[in-house]
Nanobody, 123 residues
Framework: QVQLVESGGGLVQAGGSLRLSCAAS????????MGWFRQAPGKEREFVST????????RYAESVKGRFTISKDNAKSTVYLQMNSLKPEDTAVYYC????????????????WGRGTQVTVSS
């Protein structure tokens, strides 16, 4: 079992920054990597970014490339998402998840999910 708790969401103006954290507990290293997804009101949940525990390789959605940075602290079993140059279209509930597949963009590749943290970007 793995438990995931996201934090760091909030309200920010367009152009601002936020850093999300996802603290994992349990058998996290049984799984290969951690991902961030988001779901805006009335939309499907979508992939944002992912990082692998062992080699640190990362992958990003095109919509956030160059603005968001994913990182990890293995000792703390925590993954971060630094979000810069935020836009109103980044408004969503952000979820972290743990999965096995290498740099997967697909929800099906993730087995445990956090409850999410709200990010609201005002124009």
């Amino acid at each position: 079992q793995v438990q995931l708790v996201e934090s760091g969401g909030g309200l920010v103006q367009a152009g601002g920054s936020l850093r999300l954290s996802c603290a994992a507990s349990g058998r996290t290293f049984t799984y290969g990597g951690m991902g961030w997804f988001r779901q805006a009101p009335g939309k499907e949940r979508e992939f944002v970014s992912t990082i692998m525990w062992n080699d640190g390789n990362t992958r990003y959605a095109e919509s956030v490339k160059g603005r968001f940075t994913i990182s990890k602290d293995n000792a703390k079993s925590t993954v971060y998402l630094q979000m810069n140059s935020l836009k109103p279209e980044d408004t969503a509930v952000y979820y972290c998840a743990v999965g096995q597949n290498y740099l997967s963009r697909l929800e099906a590749g993730y087995y445990y999910w956090g409850r999410g943290t709200q990010v609201t970007v005002s124009s």
